[in-house]
Each structure stands twice: as C-alpha cells, then as structure tokens.
C-alpha cells in the first residue's frame, strides 16, 4: 500500500526549530520528487520546497529561503523538512507530496501543486510568540 506518513510537528516557541519527516511505505522516495507544502490558518496552500529524484537537486520558495532546508535518507526512506528560525506566522499543517519527474520540482509546479498526487495527513506545526 502506498502511503505517505508526516510526523514531527508540535508546539516551539518564536526563534525555535523542528525537524518534519515524512517517511514512505509501499514505494521509494528517491524515485520521485518530494515537495513540502503547508496550509496556514486564513491562506491557501503553498508550496515551500521540493527535492528532485536521483541527484536531489532542490528548489525553495522565498518563504522557506534560508531558513528551511529539504533532505533524503535514503536509506531509511524519508525526506525530512528542518526548519529553523521559526516564527508564529509558520504555524499551520505541513504536507509531503510526491510526484513522478524531476520536471514537477521548479516555481510554478510547486506553487500550484501541479503533479503532486500522493500526500500524506499533514502535522500540525505551532509557534508561540
């Protein structure tokens, strides 16, 4: 059974940091492109950043430049969000996706979720301030 399975959220105050996983079952990651995606309270859907297949090249939206990084561990097949220098306006769920090709991990296809058709429940994500 394919699934898709975040977990890490919870609670951290203004300035902290968290580590997301999402961890796959039933298929390997590596093979696709694995985006990270959150809803926040009042907003839509958006795209924060996405990790290529193979050579694992990565693109970041301005919202997650420089304060949050996308990784595979291949071996134990999960990609993993680390995000640092957290601020309240952060708080929301946060979603892994997958798609087929490489092709999906650029601008416009993250920020419109175009491609992406594994997801997994989300985790919530809290900052106090």
């Known amino acids: 059974q394919v699934q898709l399975v975040e977990s890490g959220g919870g609670l951290v105050e203004f300035g902290g940091s968290l580590r997301l996983s999402c961890a796959a079952s039933?298929?390997?990651?590596?093979?696709?492109?694995v985006g990270w995606f959150r809803r926040v309270p009042g907003n839509e859907r958006e795209g924060l950043t996405c990790l290529s297949s193979g050579d694992g090249i990565t693109y970041h939206a301005d919202s997650a430049k420089g304060r949050f990084t996308i990784s595979r561990d291949s071996a134990k097949n999960v990609v993993y969000l680390q995000m640092n220098g957290l601020k309240p306006e952060d708080t929301g769920v946060y979603y892994c996706?997958?798609?087929?090709?490489?092709?999906?991990?650029?601008?416009?296809?993250?920020?419109?979720?175009?491609?992406?058709?594994?997801w997994g429940q989300g985790t919530q994500v809290i900052v106090s301030s």
């Open positions: 996706a997958t798609a087929p090709r490489d092709y999906y991990c650029s601008a416009s296809k993250l920020t419109l979720a175009q491609g992406y058709d594994y």
């Open positions: 039933g298929f390997t990651l590596e093979h696709y492109v």
